[in-house]
Nanobody, 124 residues
């Protein structure tokens, strides 16, 4: 049974930082690229970061480039998202997802199996 469990969300002030974690199970973690998505109220879910199975290749959406860092610990089957310089527009539910390939794909269609999400709220 594939399972992804996100944690680390919360309330933070503008300019603050948070680190999200995603514990993965049910699949051979090291075979797949992984991604982080987010969905703000009234908006579609968007892919914001991806990472290859080795961790050596990454993708970032323009909206988070330079502020967010995706990483993974294959020994712990855990995915991370370090978020710095947070803005009110970063407020959303954040989801991790398995890729369907081993690459850091920039295409939402190349991801499946999302977790339940963790809420991030940035207050101004």
């Amino acid at each position: 049974q594939v399972q992804l469990v996100e944690s680390g969300g919360g309330l933070v002030q503008v300019g603050g930082s948070l680190r999200l974690s995603c514990a993965a199970s049910g699949r051979t973690f090291t075979m797949y690229g992984m991604g982080w998505f987010r969905q703000a109220p009234g908006k579609e879910r968007e892919l914001i970061a991806g990472i290859s199975w080795t961790g050596g290749d990454t993708y970032y959406a323009d909206s988070v480039k330079g502020r967010f860092t995706i990483s993974r610990d294959n020994a712990k089957s855990t995915l991370y998202l370090q978020m710095n310089s947070l803005k009110p527009e970063d407020t959303a539910v954040y989801y991790c997802a398995y890729g369907t390939t081993g690459w850091a794909s920039p295409r939402s269609l190349d991801y499946n199996y999302w977790g339940q999400g963790t809420q991030v709220t940035v207050s101004s």
